[in-house]
């Protein structure tokens, strides 16, 4: 199995324009999840999907932010519209299982001018 | 929720020597511990975990030890190699283990040749 695979590795997008950070899970894993990694907050999870269902998205920071899984080996986080602040690198990871190690992917650094 | 606090935030040792890495945790439903290696422009890395029925895991040069009673959990590395060096971050279940996990803010770990 490839891993955890995220694309783009890399987004630069002006204040204002809309970002879609895309995520394909570890093949027969049935959590999601997407994380933030700033120097200041370190890593935070934002929301996690059990199954294709979300089940906890309280570490999302504003109405900006929204998340979907359409299907067991896809899933999308978007930013509408971002702001300088959303700068970070966003992770996705999956796991098999609760509690269980999550594996995650490379990340995509996100940069907002 | 879930505070997981982690010390030292960076740690110099020499090639060969060993590095202890602790953490504490303030919810007591916590019940899985894994520990990440993250090096520079990747995504963490599970390198160990621990579930609440253990006391101690390990793994090679890697081990784990876990005190529930006083909630602090802990990373040993011995003969350390420059390739330990990397940043490291413990982790803790949020609540029971349905939910995902809270990350420590991670230890830079410095490997002198």
């Known amino acids: 199995d490839a891993g955890v695979i995220q694309s783009p590795r890399h987004e630069v997008t002006e204040m204002g324009q809309e970002v879609t950070l895309r995520c394909k899970p570890i093949s027969g894993h049935d959590y999601l999840f997407w994380y933030r990694q700033t120097m200041m907050r370190g890593l935070e999870l934002l929301i996690y999907?059990?199954?294709?269902?979300?089940?906890?998205d309280s570490g999302m920071p504003e109405d900006r932010f929204s998340a979907k899984m359409p299907n067991a080996s896809f899933s999308t986080l978007k930013i509408q519209p971002s702001e300088p602040r959303d700068s970070a690198v966003y992770f996705c990871?999956?796991?098999?299982?609760?509690?269980?190690?999550?594996?995650f992917g490379q990340g995509t650094r996100l940069t907002v001018v | 929720g879930e505070n997981v606090e982690q010390h030292p935030s960076t740690l110099s040792v020499q090639e060969g020597d060993s590095a202890v890495i602790k953490c504490t945790y303030s919810d007591s439903a916590s019940n899985y511990f894994p520990w990440y290696k993250q090096e520079l422009g990747k995504g963490p890395q599970l390198i160990i975990d621990?579930?609440?029925?253990?006391g101690e895991k390990k793994d090679q040069r890697i081990a784990v030890t876990l005190n529930k009673t006083a909630k602090h959990f802990s990373l040993h590395i011995t003969e350390t190699q420059p390739e330990d060096s990397a940043v490291y971050f413990c982790a803790a279940t949020i609540g029971g283990g349905a939910d995902g996990l809270t990350f420590g803010k991670g230890t830079h770990l410095i490997i002198q040749p």
């Open positions: 621990i579930r609440s029925n253990v």
């Open positions: 999907f059990n199954n294709n269902v979300p089940i906890d």
């Open positions: 990871a999956s796991s098999l299982g609760q509690p269980g190690g999550a594996f």
